[in-house]
């Protein structure tokens, strides 16, 4: 019988690439047609109902019910004749992923026959059975029916034939059981907080957007070996598997040929993306072997992040149909790096200006180095807590892992930013801050700086929050997370801190200070007191964590203990005065991580029992039988069998630990099964389950490079990691 590795190796390399067929038009022709915007919007409502919603949309205005019922009649129609026969509440619960429960759009008529139905109730609230989403206890303390509520801000659009309305998840009670939720109070608390600090430079300036551009790494393998690799199947990730001798070590794959089966999923990807309004520009090879990355234009963050999370289902989707799996997960194999998602975050006036930008003014460049202090000085505050807001069982593997941000959070800030910020706490005043009409930072000894450095000063790939010229790049989220979580820690963070900022430099007006001066005066005692979270060095370096340490960063590193500062008494106290996240909210949400913390460890631990010692072990025990049998006979002839009988101690020895790891971690974890608390069982999921998987794995890898090949039952790290 042949072996299945090789049937599935054999099934791979017969994977062509799927012919797609090229899409009619040009992109600007068929980008969005599946999304009921604005377009869509005009020709299918009436006036007055467009008009109202975009009041709704721009202001926050209730509707009437008969602007709802009018509203969700032409949302009806729009969606029926672009082929959708259903609809769903599309949301985010803590789980991760999306949500969806289809309804059909006819209805029985009770005559027989039936109607198609969708009124502006449905269309704006429904109550999807909760009892399966996770609430972290709020559903046992509070009424147990949950809401979706429809968010208006973020347009509907057609996925396959349904019609998806993008909604907040929340409790009866109001908590919100979602990202969405968070998402939008963290976007509305810096809204209320940046305009009020942009005032004292631009008194027409009436609203505050934050923006996301977000980078999405990932893994493509191919379908057949992914089957065949129950690890990969149950965890996302590889739980073991020894180093491909050839690797990433010639750099040959980032921006080198994208393979032919790839691009074509590409191709594939990107039409359905632009249909669905996805603004996707860039594309192209990660570092690692099979690793590719995919980066839209950036959007206001609440529509960006709803587009990426309705990216990662619609990247599945198309890889299924080119035989391909997509890894998310951020580190799904060992010895090559991992994934991210970088976060691209700024700040923009609804009269055009980007305030994490240059500007062209004195007093545009005071605006600017205003909220690029704040922002440090947020991140300084709780750079704990935007930590914790990456932390999973996933990320805890890239983070620090020499590839991937360090674990500590730090700002970088490029060489002129950080020669201006010293100047200006040496003399608070405008003449620490003078750019020339070029935006180029004038500095003395240097006259001209060419302007493309500032827009280039990401030099420092080992950065985890990294200022690149006219934003911010939030390097540490994980492949798989949800973007929300950063950007509500980070907007809320800023928010709080401008608003702080507000009130000491009103306190200085007030005492008869002049504006400018109280501004420059607040900005260098900012600057002073967040210099420790300013770092230009290697982050990965040996030396940057004892400094850190010393500095007083949160260099933490295990994930249950970095969750919990979501529950130090300064992050309840930020969140709550920005009308965030109550305490409750909090409470439950970060025992809903802890939870998903021990469920993920839980199934790695128990796969990896499982084929350790079904599999593994067997097969090593077999080959060691028939190593056995060949020193005894060699032995009966008298000759030297030597070099296999230290073979067969190897492998003994090797099998032997395995057994005995793997009995002592099942130990472990009915230890950890008893525990109460879900943050003592986290932790003790942490400490003393996950210390085993390593130690199997490195058995089990030995194994692997002595084991006859044609014995060994999993597709291996050099098949699994070339696509050709
Ligand atoms: P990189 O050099 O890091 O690969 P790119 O130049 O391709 O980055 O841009 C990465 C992302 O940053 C894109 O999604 C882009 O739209 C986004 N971006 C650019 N400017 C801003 C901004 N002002 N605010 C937020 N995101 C931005
Ligand atoms: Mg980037």
């Known amino acids: 019988m042949e072996l299945l590795r090789f049937k599935m190796v054999d099934a791979a390399l017969n994977h062509r690439a799927v012919e797609v067929e090229a899409p009619e038009g040009r992109p600007s022709d068929y980008f969005g047609e599946k999304v009921f915007g604005h377009k869509a919007m005009r020709k299918y409502l009436t006036k007055s109902t467009y008009e109202a919603l975009m009041q709704t949309i721009e202001n926050g205005t209730p509707f009437s019910r008969e602007v709802a019922d009018s509203i969700a009649a032409g949302m009806r129609q729009w969606a029926m004749e672009n082929g959708a026969d259903h609809y769903t509440h599309w949301f985010q619960p803590l789980t991760g992923g999306t949500a969806e429960k289809h309804d059909a759009f006819a209805e029985p008529d009770r005559k027989g026959g039936v109607l198609e139905e969708f009124s502006g109730k449905l269309l704006i609230q429904q109550e999807p059975d909760a009892s399966s989403f996770p609430s972290g206890g ?95 199947v149950m965890t996302g990730r590889t739980l073991m598997g020894h180093e491909s001798a050839k690797n990433q070590q010639l750099e040959d794959h980032y921006f080198g040929a994208i393979p032919m089966r790839v691009l074509s999923f590409m191709r594939d990807l990107e039409y359905e993306c632009l249909k669905l309004g996805i603004p996707v520009k860039t594309r192209h090879n990660e570092v690692a072997p099979n690793q590719f990355e995919l980066a839209p ?46 976060n691209n975050w700024s700040l923009g006036t609804d009269t055009g200006v980007n305030l994490l930008g240059p500007g062209h003014t004195a007093i545009e460049n005071l605006q600017f180095i205003t909220f690029l202090v704040n922002v440090i000085s947020a991140v300084y505050k709780h750079n704990g807590l935007l930590k914790a807001s990456v932390m999973s069982a996933t990320n805890e593997h890239r983070l620090g892992a020499g590839e991937a941000p360090p674990a500590i959070i730090s700002t970088f800030l490029g060489a002129q930013i950080s020669a201006l910020l010293d100047k200006l706490e040496a003399s608070p005043s405008s003449e620490a801050i003078r750019f020339d ?10 006259s001209r700086i060419p302007s493309l450095l500032l827009d280039n000063t990401d030099r420092n790939r080992t950065s985890p929050f990294a200022f690149t010229g ?60 967040c210099k420790a979270i300013h770092f230009e060095g290697n982050g990965y370096s040996e030396e940057w964590r004892a400094e850190a340490l010393k500095r007083g960063l949160d260099c933490e590193t295990s994930t249950p203990v970095v969750l919990g500062r979501y529950l130090d008494k ?149 098949e699994l990691l070339f696509i050709k």
């Open 570 to 718: 300064k992050s309840i106290e930020m969140f709550e005065r920005q009308g965030v996240y109550t305490a409750i909210e909090l409470e439950a949400r970060t025992e809903v991580k802890w939870e998903m913390y021990v469920k993920k460890i839980q199934i790695e631990a128990r796969v990896l029992g499982d084929l350790a010692m079904n599999n593994i072990v067997p097969l090593a025990s077999k080959y060691e039988a028939i190593l056995l049998d060949k020193a005894w006979k060699m032995k009966e002839l008298g000759l030297d069998a030597k070099a296999d009988i230290e073979l067969i101690r190897t492998i003994q020895e090797h099998t032997a630990a395995i057994q005995q790891l793997t009995s002592e971690m099942v130990e472990a974890r009915k230890v950890a099964n008893r525990i109460e608390s879900t943050y003592e069982r986290a932790l003790a999921y942490h400490d003393n389950v996950m210390s085993y998987l390593d130690p199997i794995r490195k058995h089990i890898d030995k194994l692997e490079e002595v084991v006859d090949d044609q014995l060994w039952t999993l597709p291996k790290y050099r």
């Open 138 to 232: 709020i559903r046992n303390t509070f009424e147990a029916r949950g809401y979706s509520a429809w968010d208006p801000t973020s347009p509907a659009f057609i996925v396959d034939t349904t019609l998806c309305i993008p909604t907040v998840f929340i409790a009866y009670t109001g908590e919100a059981l979602d990202y969405k939720t968070p998402l939008l109070r963290s976007i509305s608390a810096v809204d209320k907080a940046a305009t009020e600090v942009c005032r004292y430079f631009d008194k027409s300036v009436g609203r505050v957007f934050s923006y996301l551009g977000w980078e999405q790494e990932y893994f493509l393998v191919d379908e057949s070996l992914w089957a065949a690799r129950p690890d990969l």
């Open 470 to 529: 006219n934003r911010f790049e939030f390097r540490a989220v994980g492949a798989s997370d949800n973007c929300a979580e950063a950007m509500i820690v980070l907007n809320s963070a800023v928010a709080d801190e401008l608003a702080a900022f507000k009130c000491e430099v009103d306190t200085l007006i007030e005492g008869g200070a002049k504006k400018e001066k109280a501004i420059y005066e607040v900005l260098k005692r900012m600057i002073r007191s």
């Open 297 to 342: 234009v950036y959007e206001e963050a609440n529509l960006a992040n709803d587009h990426n999370q309705l990216l990662m289902t619609i990247m599945d989707k198309v890889a299924r149909r080119h035989s391909f799996r997509v890894l998310l997960h951020e580190k799904p194999f060992k010895g090559v790096n991992g994934s991210g998602k970088h």
């Open 437 to 446: 009409a070029k935006n180029v930072f004038r500095m003395s000894g240097i």
